[in-house]
């Protein structure tokens, strides 16, 4: 028996952790590019300054990159620990790219790492540079993998269930690779953290020149990330656009809930730029609305009906009924895997197998075969996530992007134009932008997982199946210990950050790595010394 | 079907690379955090330490976070009933691994003696329990472990937190860290100049070295007397199967079967007492890099002697045996097997030659001024 309490806390713990390791992730993704970037100017154009610069935020980027590593490592296990069910049932899929993202891309981007802080003195420049590059696509190839995880919980393709084994197993990893849905979330994803680092590199070069400090390094600093920042949002918002799209046909539940769409409407429907959601009445409370605006908006056509979430909530109602079947015969074939009567009922009906998953939280027992006519209504209304938090998260998500578009698009056309350290006005803006990307990421994060619910593979497996049985106090013993430790780990990471921040850029001759003991290497770095 | 058979023992035999690669890898930088406070009396003496495994640690300890994604991918059902039944212990292993990213990269970052004894004895901590908690994982596969599973393959586990720490698994524990210990003082033997550092470095390696011999021993008489298990009927090994359709027993020396059915195999200890005893030697000679190896030697003794006791087994249930998980019944289906072998075939090399290289480019001695001079040194 599954104790909703326990699956309660442990949605609340993974969302916590989750969105905690979001915070470093995307600064991490985006700035170990961005150093590659900066550093190739230093390798090209043999400027030491461009050394400083690159040395000044990898001294940044290691610091955000230290917590980044200790949050995933709870990641990387607490499907186990805490989603026992969930991993069992699709870790034939599901274990796949989380295994291959350690083999392929995390040792990588972690073996170099420590060069990248470590070998300034004991790599010419040119395997420097590569070392540096090997970061930043490490980092990047460990973000695909991790997406092409989340894809298959978003979208679950290139997989069957097995009645022999009880579980999900994969039929096709080109089709878990190349799904739609986890390539569009990768470059999404990938690319704001780009503009997360964009941001950050902008906005602390501004503090920088508001107060006259590092004037050299902070100017080029700024031009170079304001570049790279308006590049990058413009492709955030086209994909973000995409992955609408793409993620719409795959889960009409998350995008009525996104528009607040309760009835299905003709095409062209109207579009909700903001509403009052009301989940208990199914309607908007009030809403100002576009009208024809969202049909073309979701679909990219004038005429394709969106399905409102009275027809996913009836849909759903049947597919129930039809999933139900299904768990019954695998009931017996989990005593009796031999018997044909079962395997066929099975296979009539196991296209509906999650959606008979879902009644089971209300029948008695928990045993589907005594599910009534009000727990599949029940079960059915379950089927739509959250309105009212996936409406307005989504806008905030929204408007950030629109924020940041309008920052970057400044930001280029003033520092190309001019000196930027002269517009006072918008120095002052630019420091308090940090946030902003930070609160769009998680935002997304949010759209994407609380507006898949109530699944934890979307149409296979319920959420509320999927977590460990646990007790009540183990769940509250370690949601506890997290939020104690996270805590003390942010204090003393805005600490140290804000620290470096404010001490700035330092001076060139105290970055020599000294552990060169090697006569050779001792050369090496005399001749590396002349160069600049 | 039969290429489907030689897939799950070939993952087993990864498997076990993995652990092993793991404990090397990890056990090492562990060893230099636990030890951190002894072989390094003063605040240069410590960030010397530190910094001999400073470039190193963070690709050192993907070995950890690739065990857990490749269990997940290759054993899905071990990594949902090990990972959930096994809770405190879990976090116990996560929360003191979590701070050592962290004791590693902040502590050096201000110069107060409170902050750097903090983030020290963090470091001792974060390199003392994980391994103390990976040998007693171990020693309480061998135990068995209270689980079972309903119809749908829900794991319930009905056993305590305390009964996880019972006096063979803290053995194995302990016996974990004592080679952890060995291999960190080999690598602080190896990166340092002769001194009082390297003599603390050695004689820690050889209490090391000495506490894992006694333990290995008591260890081998102790399995023999456990209650092993042993599989009477079940589905063909070849074939697709879950944990509900055998039958398994308990016996005691049980664990010993392997060895008597297949006389070769007490090879693998041997290869366990070879590195130890050998390396014992290589210590007292200070000759650290062939220390270092032979303590690698060990440790692929000791777990390949607990694994090749447990095989078929994974993780024995104590409440349930029948219910027991194996090499047969725990696996991926073929087909991911498969795959992650062609992705373990083209970059695990790849992973060993440019962690070498990492290793090359930094070798040589860490020694007091540079780590004084150096402002990034950790």
Known sequence: ?532 | MELYLVFKVLWWLLLGVLLMGLAIMVGMDMGVGAMLRYVGRTDTERRIALNTIAPHWDGNQVWFILGGGAIFAAFPLIYATAFSGLYIVMLLLLWTMIVRPLGFEYRSKLSSPAWRNAWDWTLVVSGAVPMVVYGAGTGNMLMGVPFHFSWDLTSYYTGSFLSLLNPFAVMCGVLSLSLSVWMGGAMLMGRTARGALWDRARRAATVGGLVAIVLFTVGGIWVSHLQGYRIEHAPLPGVAQTPLQQSVTMAEGAWFDNYHAHRVLWLVPALGYVGMLFGLLAIRAGRSTLAWWLGALAWIGVIGTAGVSLFPFLMPSSSDPSQSLTVWNAVSSRYTLMWMTGWTVVFMPAVVAYTSWAFYVMRGKVKAEHVESNPHAY
């Open chain 1, 1 to 532: 028996m599954i104790n909703d309490t326990v699956v309660e806390l442990s949605r609340l713990q993974f969302a916590a952790t989750a969105l905690y390791h979001f915070l470093f992730v995307p600064l991490t993704l985006g700035l170990s590019f961005l150093l590659a970037v900066m550093e190739t100017v230093y390798v090209i154009t043999g400027k030491k300054i461009y050394r400083e610069i690159t040395q000044f935020w990898s001294g940044l980027f290691l610091i955000n990159f230290a917590l980044g590593v200790a949050t995933g490592l709870t990641m990387e296990f607490e499907f186990g620990t805490n989603w026992s069910f969930y991993s069992g049932f699709v870790g034939d899929i599901f274990g796949a790219p989380l295994a291959i993202e350690g083999l392929m891309a995390f040792f990588m981007e972690s073996t170099f790492v420590g060069l990248m802080a470590f070998g300034w003195s004991r790599l010419s420049k040119a395997q420097h540079l590569t070392v540096t590059y090997l970061v930043a696509l490490g980092s990047n190839f460990s973000a695909l993998w991790i997406l092409v995880a989340n894809g298959f919980m978003q979208n679950p393709l290139g997989a069957a269930f097995n009645p022999v084994t009880m579980r999900m197993e994969l039929t096709s990893l080109a089709a878990l690779i190349f799904s739609e849905d986890a390539q569009t979330k990768f470059v999404h994803t990938s690319i704001a953290g780009y503009v997360t680092a964009a941001i950050f590199v902008t906005g602390i070069s501004a503090y920088y020149m508001l107060r006259g400090r590092h004037m050299e390094i902070a100017r080029r600093s700024f031009r170079m990330a304001s570049l790279f920042g308006v590049l990058s949002v413009a492709g955030v918002i086209t994909l973000g656009d995409a992955l609408g799209f793409v993620g719409g046909h795959a889960q009409p539940s998350k995008l009525a809930a996104m528009e607040a769409m309760w009835q299905t409407e003709q095409a062209p429907a109207p579009f909700n730029i903001a509403a009052w959601p009301d989940q208990g009445e199914q309607r908007n409370a009030w809403s100002i609305q576009i009208p024809y605006v969202l049909t073309p908006l979701l679909t990219h056509t004038f005429d394709t009906i969106v399905p409102g979430i009275d027809r996913i909530e009836a849909d759903a109602a049947a597919r129930i009924r039809n999933g139900i079947p299904a768990v019954n015969a695998l009931k017996v074939l989990s005593a009796d895997p031999a018997n044909a009567a079962a395997l066929s009922q099975f296979n009539a009906h196991k296209d509906d197998l999650g959606y008979g998953f879902l009644v089971k939280r209300y029948a008695k027992d928990q045993d589907v075969a005594n599910a009534t006519d009000e727990d599949i209504a029940r079960a059915s209304k379950d089927a739509i996530p959250n309105v009212f938090t996936i409406f307005w998260v989504f806008r905030v998500m929204v408007a950030c992007g629109l924020l940041m578009l309008a920052y970057f698009v400044i930001s280029v056309i003033l520092s190309l134009r001019g000196d930027v350290a002269r517009q006072r006005w918008f120095l002052k803006i630019a420091p308090w932008m940090i946030p902003i990307p930070f609160i769009a990421c998680e935002m997304g994060w949010v759209t994407a997982e609380v507006g898949r619910q109530p699944w934890a593979v979307f149409g296979l497996l319920p959420t509320w199946m999927s977590a460990s049985t646990h007790s009540v106090g183990y769940m509250i013993f370690s949601l506890v210990g997290f939020v104690l430790l996270y805590t003390v780990f942010a204090a003393v990471e805005v600490y140290l950050m804000v620290r470096a921040i404010r001490k700035g850029p330092q001076s060139h001759h105290a970055q020599e790595d000294s552990t060169t003991t090697d006569p050779e290497l001792a050369a090496l770095v005399l001749t590396t010394e002349k160069e600049h």
